[in-house]
């Protein structure tokens, strides 16, 4: 459970607090021992350490926090903020620590540059005095604007290349605005792209919808050219940062790394780098689940059906999880994955989501008119407080009572 401290003493903070617990964050009125996030209305006054989260709303203390929302900043904005920069971090320290491990195991990683190409933003909806100001404003910043005057246009751009932020103008159609946003959030590869929507007025009657349906904010023509560049450079600037640390986990996919048959990473890099995960884990105090898959199938597979099953059903695995999760092939039957900073509660959802798709999916056996399924047995440990990678391992492996395909009898 995410636990925050929500600071200031009007009554403001008071009713932001409430709201957040209900929608399941740990919510307290002041710091406390495990204490992720600090959500401040008024300045701080002590240092806070300096892996906390801290979001200041209002402007108060501006200048210390992670991020600054508007004084009218809507609580699911505040909750999506925070659990988006949580999960930014998290995906950063295991960049760290995964170019860490491949150094530790002999290799060098190409070193990945900074991201050096312009950035981009990409305005859709009717143009007019609105679409002139953003423009001015981001140029100002160094920051290109495109513009995609319908629907249409907007996702053959997005499908085309990459944005750091995407504004939607809700005139005249709202409606469409916020629809782009749900379509967005259901894209994988648009998922993390910032949706912003351009309103006529300060308090928009459809804040609530929006932030629903996925938006990142909601910026006013009202606003100043200062405060547009600053909010939108705000969002790009996460997305830039993200993309940064996928392309850091990607150069760490080093052929010595992985597994011969598939992309996934092979039982030796796989110890080396979970001790790693699971020595910060425990000195950050943090959760780390783990996922053990033992794979079966029906004799009619054939043993080179199996083989065959098996090395398809690890190339789609790591495309099932996050960019930071870590996805190891021990044996032909059988895969790790490692969930960093996640309980065992979420850990369960990624173990349900992936055998539904196996279930889904038919392979060719002996017979090609009789194909089958793969069997999938899980098992799910919380690797808080272990201290030894190997051991860890030994025991999911006794625990899951899973036979190796060739010891399978007919009947």
Do not use: W
């Not at 009007?10 to 009125?29: C, N």
């Not at 679409?131 to 160094?142: H, P, T």
């Not at 103008?169 to 929507?197: E, F, K």
């Amino acid at each position: 459970m995410f636990s925050i401290a929500v600071m200031g003493d009007d009554a403001r903070a008071q009713e932001t607090a409430e709201q957040l617990a209900q929608m399941g964050f740990q919510v307290a009125r002041h710091i406390e021992p495990g204490c992720e996030a600090v959500i401040s209305f008024d300045p701080i006054k002590d240092g806070l350490a300096a892996d906390m989260l801290h979001l200041s709303v209002g402007g108060s203390g501006a200048d210390e926090a992670d991020v600054c929302l508007p004084d009218n900043a809507h609580p699911i904005q505040i909750a999506s903020r925070l659990r988006a920069l949580s999960r930014l971090k998290v995906l950063e320290h295991t960049a760290q620590l995964r170019l860490k491990s491949a150094q530790e195991a002999g290799y060098q990683p190409a070193p990945v540059p900074l991201n050096q190409e312009e950035s981009t933003v990409l305005f859709v909806g009717a143009p007019g005095p609105s679409f002139m100001r953003l423009q001015f404003a981001m140029s100002r910043a160094g920051i290109q604007t495109i513009a995609a005057f319908s629907t249409f246009n907007a996702f053959d751009y997005l499908h085309e290349r990459t944005f750091d932020a995407v504004i939607l103008n809700t005139r005249p159609d709202a409606g469409l605005a916020h629809t782009v946003c749900s379509a967005m959030r259901r894209n994988t590869r648009l998922y993390h792209t910032p949706a912003i929507l351009l309103t006529a007025d300060t308090d928009y009657a459809g804040a609530d919808e929006a932030f629903a349906r996925g938006a990142s904010d909601i910026l006013s023509d009202n606003a100043s050219n200062d405060e547009m560049r600053d909010r939108v450079m705000a969002l790009a600037s996460e997305r830039r940062r993200r993309r940064l640390a996928k392309a850091r986990l990607e150069a760490c996919r080093l052929p010595s790394l992985l597994d011969s048959e598939s992309d996934l990473y092979n039982e030796k890099f796989g110890r080396v780098h979970l001790q790693s995960l699971l020595d910060h884990a425990a000195a950050r105090l943090e959760s780390l689940s783990l996922i053990m898959l033992g794979v079966s199938a029906p004799q009619e597979a054939g043993a080179t059906g199996f083989s065959k099953a098996t090395n398809q059903f690890a190339g789609m695995l790591r495309h099932c999880v996050r960019a930071e999760d870590f996805v190891v092939r021990l044996a032909q039957d059988r895969f790790l994955i490692a969930l960093p900073n996640t309980p065992q509660s979420e850990a369960k959802m990624v173990s349900n989501r992936v055998s539904a798709i196996a279930e889904c999916t038919a392979y060719e056996g002996v017979d090609p008119l009789k194909p089958f399924r793969l069997e999938l047995t899980p098992s799910i440990e919380d690797a808080a407080g272990e201290a030894s990678a190997d051991a860890l391992i030994e025991q999911m492996v006794r625990n899951s009572n899973v036979l190796p395909f060739d010891s399978v009898k007919t009947g």
